[in-house]
């Protein structure tokens, strides 16, 4: 059977990360089926006018999820995030739910391929995030089942620096890495471009785990690159002290960008032969990027929300 007869069910396909890998699976000739909560929404619409099948379901119910996994071949697992700044008021709890109940629904149905992603931060140690910690816990149960499975750890995705609160409005971008320290970044779109090729070498990706990543920048990076495209100068400075201590939440992803779990660790240059065609910083920021990047300095916003 070719890719045009075998179809993958992918989860969170209106959002940022199920959504781009529904395009890239549909680009590379699979047959896609979206798991929906609502058939009628715009992005639900967007997805079926591209020749996607949507199943209408919910996470929270199991029947829905089975009924959804009919005649599939492959899945591709994403929940929404959990805890604080999440926008769906899913607990970590519930997201472990939903996470291994998808995974020991598509076992139960004979899925030949199972792609969980997960989060850069997972892993053996628990980070005091409840929304990374949620996802470590995921990977061991799926780890666990007897299905040809891959998980990939996605870095923080280029978009979030775009998020208002972190001072682009203000001439100055802060966040959680020191000024001369890296970080792991990829752009949305990404995500898909990876998968679909993980989804097409079952054999070469079974039983690994990937950190996916796509570029590394530093926040004096990010202050030049910035600066150019706006045209006007933006400075870089790391979150103060003083926040971090009030915000234990930012605080504890600051302790996190100093032992290196937030900032990354993927094998950058192996991804980029192995999936061409990523984007580095740069492409990013002249293309997609630049808008929001334009609409970020031009906003008005004085909360952080990072998921
Ligand atoms: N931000 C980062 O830098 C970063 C990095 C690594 C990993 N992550 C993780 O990526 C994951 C989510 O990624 P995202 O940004 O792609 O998500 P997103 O854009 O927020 O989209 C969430 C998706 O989940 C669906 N959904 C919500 N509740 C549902 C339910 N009860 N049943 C079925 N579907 C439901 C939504 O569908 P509707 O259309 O029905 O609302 C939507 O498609 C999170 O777990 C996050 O922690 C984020």
Redesign the pocket.
């Known amino acids: 059977m070719s890719k045009a007869d075998k179809t993958i069910l992918v989860?969170?396909?209106?959002?940022?990360?199920?959504?781009?890998v529904a395009k890239a699976l549909r680009s590379a000739g699979w047959r896609v089926r979206a798991?929906?909560?609502?058939p009628d929404?715009a992005?639900?619409k967007a997805l079926a006018a591209t020749g996607i099948e949507l199943a209408r379901?919910?996470?929270?119910?199991s029947q829905s999820i089975n009924d959804a996994m009919a005649g599939i071949h492959g899945v591709f697992s994403?929940?929404?995030?959990?805890g604080q700044g999440?926008?769906?008021g899913?607990t970590d709890e519930d997201?472990v739910r939903?996470g291994t109940a998808v995974a020991d629904i598509a076992l139960k149905n004979g899925v030949r391929h199972f792609v969980y992603?997960?989060?850069?931060a997972a892993g053996p140690d628990k980070t005091g995030m409840g929304?990374?910690d949620?996802?470590s816990e995921i990977e061991a149960h799926v780890r666990g089942l007897d299905m040809v499975h891959t998980i990939v750890?996605?870095?923080?995705?280029m978009?979030?620096l775009m998020l208002p609160g972190m001072g682009l409005d203000k001439g100055e971008f802060t966040f959680f890495m020191h000024a001369d320290q890296q970080m792991q970044f990829?752009a949305?779109e990404d995500i898909g471009k990876i998968v679909a090729g993980i989804f097409s070498e079952p054999e070469r990706y079974s039983s690994r785990t990937i950190e996916i990543a796509s570029d590394a920048v530093t926040g004096k990076d990010l202050a030049t690159k910035f600066s150019a495209v706006a045209a006007r100068t933006i400075g870089y400075r790391r979150f103060p002290d003083s926040l971090l201590e009030q915000n234990p939440f930012l605080g504890t992803l600051a302790k996190l960008a100093d032992d290196g779990r937030l900032t990354g660790n993927a094998d950058i240059a192996a991804l980029h032969e192995a999936f061409p065609g990523l984007l580095t910083f740069d492409q990013w920021l002249e293309g997609a990027g630049r808008d929001a990047l334009l609409a970020a300095i031009n906003a008005t916003g004085d909360t952080v929300s990072?998921?």
């Open positions: 989860f969170g396909a209106t959002g940022q990360q199920g959504g781009s798991f929906v909560r609502n929404n992005n639900a379901g919910d996470l929270a119910d994403v929940q929404p995030s959990s999440a926008a769906y899913v997201e939903y992603s997960s989060t850069g929304h990374f949620s996802k750890r996605p870095s923080a995705f978009e979030i990829i949305v990072l998921r």
